[in-house]
């Protein structure tokens, strides 16, 4: 009897829910290596004499002008009310995207009846909507969360359309001769198969969401990231924009980085090469 | 039900697709009955349509004509006792090993209480020789190993059938070799009726009790071999003069097949 013995490989790492271990100081330098250099071009750029100094403020400036604007200002209201649109769009968008995408991957037939239709909307970007918002829904706060809801809902319904679409028939087969009923089926094996596609889906419409932000807060918006940038373009203040547009990058990024390890906390049993 | 007794039966089974070049007949007139207790093996060249043949047995296709029958009652889809264990493994990813054999035990068609399902799952792993991995992930196992994770979710549930396809196609010669030995270990404690697609006519010697060659498509019997050796099966009859014989025998009319299939193929290139 040849033996399929398994005791060689007990040595061997074997992933297991308790998760893998890292090395601490690459985990470290290397997220921090690439803003060190970024900030590092902005002063050379900065003091170049290629533009005028003025037109590109210096980091430092910039910081300070952030510190002014928490301190003084009510920019960290700005910040919590774009943050507040941006996940209220997300949220309702992509919870109304899962069930969509999900009936268009998963029945052929509703698949070609909605996807022309999907297909057109999507590729209407959402500020050229803004004008008709404006005229249904007035300037108020749904406004903004109804754009960001549309960008939230195009990007995610792909997203969940295509990944359903591609789930492996092979499981359903295997579960059905074990003696699995539909209810099972869709509980057991679509359930967590969508899971990662459902991260996927609000990793998206989250990045989407950030851009549409903006244009967004363009509906006469007294607070938001947007608003700020707005009002400084006004008044021509270049650090303000600067300060603006960094708070919408860091923000999203702590958004999508959270997101990430909650799905690496979910999703430990996916095959990836992880960053 | 007695060693011997007609189980699944084929009746004049015919199996036709429209193409966009036409009708195209997969399966033409195949009858064909497995008996409890005894291993079936199909041979044949790949795409002659061995693979429907199995998948009418499971009841995932039905015929275009004929009957498939179990028990003389038709097959109208798939059912637990009729185990089914593909090419490409289908482990689940997203569960543990020891969760991936439990997954049967926990749907409602075979509901088995907790301790009982404990107790079967560490008796596969430990014959599957898996216990070590009862909580690491498909993704980190290797091709012999997973393939032994289906094996044992197909056989927890204990089904009747184990209807297998390619099954260790997939893997390198010596985990086949391994696979080989613990299959038939494992049917030696656990009767079952197998039916088994390879391509392989030395495996398809050393396993079964009977080898069916199917024709290139569209997919005839060609020729039914009874085995001679009995069970529990050693290693030493690839040894036995007996052996070498047949699989010349089954390898000539299998590369006459696998000739006219290629002729087929190159037909329908020139068409």
Known sequence: MTNVAPTAAKAAPVATRSGPCRFQARSLLYPVLPWLILIGLWYAIHHSGLVKPTLVPAPHVVLAKFWTLVTTQSFLTDIWMSTQRVVLGVVLGVACAVPVGFLIGWYAPVRTFVNPLINFFRALPPIALIPLVIVYFGIGESAKVIILFYAAFFSGVIVMYEGISQINPIFIRVSRTLGATDGEIFRRIIVPLSLPHVVTALRVALGVAWATLVASELIAAQEGLGAVIQDATAFFQLDTIYVGIITIGTVALIMDTLLRQVSRRLLAWQERIDA | ?271
Not at chain 2, 148 to 169: H, I, K, Q, T
């Open chain 2, 1 to 271: 039900m007695t060693p011997g007794a007609d189980r699944i039966k084929l009746e004049n089974v015919d199996m036709r697709f429209t193409t966009d070049r036409g009708p195209l007949t997969v399966v033409d007139d195949v009858s064909l009955t497995i008996r409890e207790g005894e291993f079936v093996a199909l041979v044949g060249p790949s795409g002659c349509g061995k693979t429907t043949l199995l998948n009418m047995m499971a009841g995932f296709i039905r015929p275009t004509d004929g009957h498939v029958l179990l028990d003389g009652t038709a097959i109208t889809g798939p059912g637990r006792e009729r185990g089914v264990m593909f090419q490409e493994y289908g482990v689940f990813p997203w569960l543990t090993v020891k969760e991936n054999i439990a997954f049967g035990l926990r749907l409602a068609a075979n509901r088995v209480p907790a301790e009982k399902r404990e107790e079967i799952c560490e008796r596969y792993m430990r014959l599957m020789r898996l216990t070590d991995f009862r909580n690491a992930y498909p993704k980190t196992l290797s091709g012999g190993m997973r393939q032994r994770v289906a094996l044992a979710r197909a056989y927890a549930v204990n089904p009747a059938f184990l209807l297998m396809d390619e099954p260790f196609g997939a893997l390198d010669a010596q985990t086949r070799t391994a696979m080989q030995d613990l299959l038939l270990e494992v049917l030696a404690s656990e009767n079952k009726t197998v039916v088994m697609i390879t391509h392989s006519v030395d495996e398809a010697l050393y396993l079964a009790s009977r080898i069916v060659v199917i024709s290139a498509r569209p997919a005839r019997i060609r020729k039914i071999i009874d085995v001679p050796f009995g069970y529990p099966r050693q290693d030493n009859v690839h040894d036995l003069p007996q052996f070498a014989e047949l699989r010349a025998e089954i390898k000539e009319l299998v590369m006459q097949e696998y000739a006219a299939q290629e002729q087929q193929a190159r037909l329908r290139l020139s068409d």
